[in-house]
């Protein structure tokens, strides 16, 4: 078991509300306003299933683990419950709901976790037996990859103006094509 | 024309530095050492591409498309100046770096360029004939895609870590094959 490993994976989570302020607090509308690929989420999209997440999986999982162990799987995680509830909130607020949850998500997790709780099993509805180190390092990696759906979206909104360069930019080609390989 | 694009554009831009300071500074190490792909670059790697952008590319292109036009094509981008020129600079460092070269760059484009510049030609050495509009749209979305890298290097730091879930996170399987669609 690597020392620090939940102090270190809540560094990086610690991180996301501060950063998803930076990046979108105040954006021009022209920025916001496309998603990652043809069928995919707007940055607002994006924001409101980080909300669920903070409402209703990780946390709700780690009590789970550490209160039932594997007897009782986790509820499964509503990918799409943001895009009823979120219709109408400006993105700006979304980002705040977004942050005030982590802040006490994260609040909870340092009174409920130390590293001896890591190797604690829980049942996923369609995985199977998971650990809290796992669960935590998925938070974690969760974050990171819809953060990078935001900015594939973001790219996507200039998409029509840096003409020939397009080419150059996977960012933009792997909206089209997944496998594509820039020049 | 769209109405503002230079605004709209530096406003992505100027939120760059503090960006990476966010995410970045005093961030584990544990985090930061693993590329976004098997040959990619580490954090490290793409800050330090950004800083050769700041450096020789995005403004010095922008000077010659004013004061040369097609006359005179661009200087090539060093794609990989900065293995050699940031070995042993902390990370830390190198983002602040970054951070002051975007900010003086940021602002000698407020006095180089208006909305009246954007259809002014240059020669790029490869793709023939551009325009400033393009390469401005250009360098905002080359931040984009290059701190998507970052989040797949991060993200990589956890591949270990995360158990069954990895079928579920795309960003950790498009590491090992670019066009894996996640469950």
């Given at each position: 078991?690597?020392?620090?490993?939940?102090?270190?994976?809540?560094?990086?989570?610690?991180?996301?509300?501060?950063?998803?302020?930076?990046?979108?607090?105040?954006l021009?509308?022209?920025?916001?306003?496309?998603p990652?690929?043809?069928?995919?989420?707007?940055?607002?999209?994006?924001?409101?299933?980080?909300?669920?997440?903070?409402?209703?999986?990780?946390?709700?999982?780690?009590r789970?683990?550490?209160?039932?162990g594997?007897?009782?799987?986790?509820?499964?995680?509503e990918?799409?419950?943001?895009l009823?509830r979120?219709?109408?909130?400006?993105?700006?607020?979304?980002?705040?709901?977004?942050?005030?949850?982590?802040?006490?998500?994260?609040?909870?997790?340092?009174?409920?976790?130390?590293?001896?709780?890591?190797?604690?099993?829980?049942l996923?509805?369609?995985?199977?037996?998971?650990?809290?180190?796992?669960l935590?390092?998925?938070?974690?990696?969760?974050?990171?990859?819809h953060?990078?759906q935001?900015?594939?979206?973001?790219?996507?909104?200039?998409d029509?103006?840096?003409?020939?360069?397009?080419a150059?930019?996977?960012?933009?080609?792997?909206?089209?094509?997944?496998?594509?390989?820039?020049?």
């Amino acid at each position: 078991m690597t020392t620090g490993f939940t102090e270190q994976t809540t560094d990086l989570l610690s991180r996301t509300p501060a950063l998803l302020r930076v990046l979108l607090i105040g954006l021009p509308e022209a920025w916001t306003d496309t998603p990652d690929t043809a069928a995919g989420w707007r940055p607002r999209d994006v924001v409101g299933h980080l909300i669920t997440g903070e409402q209703t999986d990780w946390v709700a999982r780690t009590r789970r683990i550490l209160a039932e162990g594997t007897s009782r799987p986790f509820d499964r995680f509503e990918r799409f419950a943001m895009l009823e509830r979120d219709a109408g909130v400006p993105l700006d607020e979304l980002v705040k709901r977004f942050g005030q949850l982590r802040e006490a998500n994260l609040a909870a997790l340092r009174d409920l976790v130390t590293d001896a709780d890591l190797d604690k099993r829980g049942l996923h509805p369609s995985l199977g037996e998971v650990t809290l180190r796992e669960l935590l390092a998925t938070w974690a990696v969760h974050d990171l990859d819809h953060i990078s759906q935001i900015y594939a979206g973001l790219a996507g909104s200039l998409d029509a103006d840096v003409g020939p360069w397009k080419a150059y930019l996977g960012i933009l080609l792997r909206r089209e094509d997944p496998s594509a390989v820039a020049g």
